[in-house]
């Protein structure tokens, strides 16, 4: 009888054993159902994880590696804009931490957005109209609109860039004593009388006409700099920037390169002024200023800019702008001789990265249905007139 019980007892224990094992069974086949689902779903998302995690770690350019002691803290005002950007660029790419402060009045984002995230580099929403407290080794003061219809846009706006904001930038450098650089501009001669212009040249300037918020808001800019170097000691260095171009700059710039590029590009007429002054272009490229002491007309750069965009667009005749420069053209000795430099992108190189740059812009644009048209100067009144 014991035997029986105990064998019964045995076949219950074997039958629920059984049914455990098989509901287990069935458990884990629904559960790794459950989860081969679950991988087949999330199986996207790895991979498009995987491809961001790859995109940002090849997204920035090669940078240097510098140690402790080599690399400077940089801030660098106006660095969204088309010389600040290209400056910005040169800095990082050599290694130093760089910040860079813009209003993006005429400063693009879309100009510094391949640093974005770098542990080197800062972006700060900033006008330097308003102080700024941040520790720094060195500034480049490049923040002010640059183009004649951009500065007269705003004239009071323009002056205090370039006096307020140099001024706070210098009380800036004085605090933490950092060096400063001063991007100043050729419009400090205004009309030159002297031809080419050296560093000692004073200039020629209409101090009340339409570009002289620009004008004499950058030579009171200089100015400040030398006297806070002799009264406080502070480090300043100053460069007189001739007219520049190349990619970056804005198409609706308003300085002639800009327009003939565009106008050329998009088959209207090429304006020029009816006194087609002598011009020096002072060519931005790259990461590097570069200049050119040659001289042009005006109609010679329509003519060269409308065959090397192929273009068939007709060169017209503008009145002058008034307050003008007839005649613009560096003598650049002092720089060879002091810092053995010289100009090495040629003309024409330079004209067709520009234009290159300035295609793809078009075509960008297009997508977002809009069609930038050039921005004229202020000009006497006149009629369009067929050269």
Same mark, same amino acid.
């Given at each position: 009888?014991?035997?029986?019980? =105990?064998?019964?007892?045995? !076949?219950?224990?074997? #039958?629920?054993?059984? *049914? ?20 087949? =779903? %999330? =199986?996207?998302?790895?991979?498009? @994880?995987?491809? @961001?995690?790859?995109? %940002? #770690? ?8 510098? $140690? ?57 929403? +900033? ?5 700024? &407290? @941040?520790?720094?080794?060195? @500034? ?21 860039? *370039?006096?307020?904001?140099?001024? *706070? ?10 060096? /400063?650089?001063? !991007? $100043?501009? $050729? ?38 700099? &030398? !006297? ?21 700059? +804005? ?6 390169? $800009?327009?003939?590029?565009?106008? =050329? ?30 001289? +042009? ?6 003519? /060269? ?12 005749? /503008? ?18 001789? /002091? ?15 520009? %234009? ?29 007139? +067929? %050269?």
């Amino acid at each position: 009888m014991k035997l029986l019980i =105990a064998l019964a007892l045995l !076949a219950y224990i074997a #039958s629920v054993w059984g *049914n455990l094992v098989t509901v287990r069974s069935l458990q884990e086949e629904k559960e790794q159902g459950i989860e081969g689902k679950i991988e087949e =779903a %999330i =199986a996207p998302l790895k991979e498009k @994880i995987r491809e @961001i995690e790859t995109s %940002i #770690s090849q997204k920035y350019p090669p940078v240097k590696f510098l $140690s402790e002691k080599d690399r400077k803290r940089i801030l660098i005002t106006g660095g969204a804009g088309f010389v600040g950007s290209h400056l910005a660029d040169k800095l990082m790419m050599d290694g130093h931490e760089v910040t860079v402060v813009d209003n993006f009045f005429t400063g693009r984002k879309r100009n510094v957005e391949h640093w974005i995230g770098h542990e080197n580099f800062e972006l700060i929403n +900033h006008d330097v109209v308003e102080p700024l &407290y @941040i520790e720094v080794d060195q @500034i480049y003061h490049l923040a002010s609109p640059a183009s004649p219809p951009n500065y007269m846009y705003n004239p009071i706006k323009t002056l205090k860039t *370039n006096t307020i904001g140099t001024l *706070n930038m210098l009380g800036l450098a004085k605090r933490v004593g950092a060096r /400063l650089l001063l !991007a $100043s501009t $050729s419009e400090v001669y205004g009309d030159p009388e002297v031809h080419p212009q050296r560093e000692d040249y004073w200039g020629h300037v209409n101090p009340i006409g339409p570009r002289a918020c620009y004008d004499e808001g950058k030579r009171v800019a200089e100015t400040m700099c &030398y !006297a806070y170097m002799k009264q406080e000691g502070v480090e300043v260095r100053v460069a007189r920037i001739f007219n520049t171009f190349g990619p970056r700059m +804005h198409m609706n710039d308003g300085r002639v390169v $800009s327009n003939f590029i565009l106008q =050329a590009l998009q088959g209207e007429g090429l304006t020029v002024s009816i006194i087609c002054y002598i011009f020096y272009i002072y060519i931005y490229m790259c990461t590097y200023f570069k200049g050119n002491p040659e001289e +042009h007309t005006i109609l010679e750069f329509a003519k /060269l800019i409308r065959g090397l965009v192929g273009s068939r667009s007709e060169i017209l005749s /503008l009145p002058e702008a008034q307050d003008d420069p007839q005649r613009r053209n560096p003598d650049i000795s002092k720089a060879k001789l /002091l810092l053995g430099w010289e100009p090495v992108v040629p003309l024409e190189e330079g004209l067709n990265k520009t %234009i290159d740059y300035f295609r793809k812009e078009l075509e960008y644009q297009a997508n977002n249905q809009y069609i930038p048209k050039p921005k004229p100067a202020r000009t006497k009144k006149g009629r369009l007139r +067929h %050269i």
